[in-house]
């Protein structure tokens, strides 16, 4: 039962770097989203999509692309990496309609940006 | 408009005492109130939810919560704390049928366990 996965698990970056956080899902969940995580300041909401060809902005999504290309594959891609985008990194699914409210999470990226 | 607001931000308790967890929500409509466990290096996963049936709603590993109306809270409870409930605890809110987008997450409370 893989659920979602995330990788890489560990990264650095060196500031203006370019690199991408993979996220898959075998739930065959509509929703999938991006969260950060920083100290003192929960999870912050980065972007989401609702289904294949369809991603919406979340709360912080400045510096951050996505697309959803297929139902299983939801990456994240920093441009330009800057040094406030060290964090951790979560995606989550879910399935609209069914179990409201439960979002299913990987086990995290983390970033750091020099 | 909704919001959660978890009151402190690290909580200690001996083994075997019990723990209690505070959230304190704000909604404009009838939410749903949910906590979230995050163990150490891992994501978070679902460790209860109140969605508009009982008020006292049971969850895993021996955790409950009461959803309170009059209080607007949704505090969360161990009776006998285990050192194996080291953790940070999110308390989360949204509307009823709304978005997993609009589920709003509280800062967090790091939960340590004496021996």
């Known amino acids: 039962n893989a659920g979602v996965t995330q990788t890489p698990k560990f990264q650095v970056l060196k500031t203006g770097q370019s690199m991408t956080l993979q996220c898959a899902q075998d739930m065959n969940h509509e929703y999938m989203s991006w969260y950060r995580q920083d100290p003192g300041m929960g999870l912050r909401l980065i972007h989401y999509s609702v289904g294949a060809g369809i991603t919406d902005q979340g709360e912080v999504p400045n510096g951050y692309n996505v697309s959803r290309s297929t139902t299983e594959d939801f990456p994240l891609r920093l441009l330009s990496a800057a040094p406030s985008q060290t964090s951790v990194y979560f995606c989550a699914s879910s399935s609209p309609g069914k179990n409201t409210g439960e979002l299913f999470f990987g086990e995290g990226s983390r970033l750091t940006v020099l | ?115």
């Open chain 2, 1 to 115: 408009a909704q919001s959660v607001t978890q009151l402190g931000s690290h909580v200690s308790v001996s083994e075997g005492a019990l723990v209690l967890l505070r959230c304190n929500y704000s909604s404009s409509v009838p939410p749903y109130l949910f906590w979230y466990v995050q163990y150490p290096n891992q994501g978070l996963q679902l460790l209860l939810k109140y969605t508009s049936a009982a008020t006292l709603v049971k969850g895993i590993n021996g955790f409950e919560a009461e959803f309170k109306k009059s209080e607007t809270s949704f505090h969360l409870t161990k009776p006998s704390a285990h050192m194996s409930d080291a953790a940070e605890y999110f308390c989360a809110v949204s509307a009823p049928y709304s978005s997993a987008s609009k589920i709003i997450f509280g800062s967090g409370t790091r939960l340590s366990i004496r021996p």
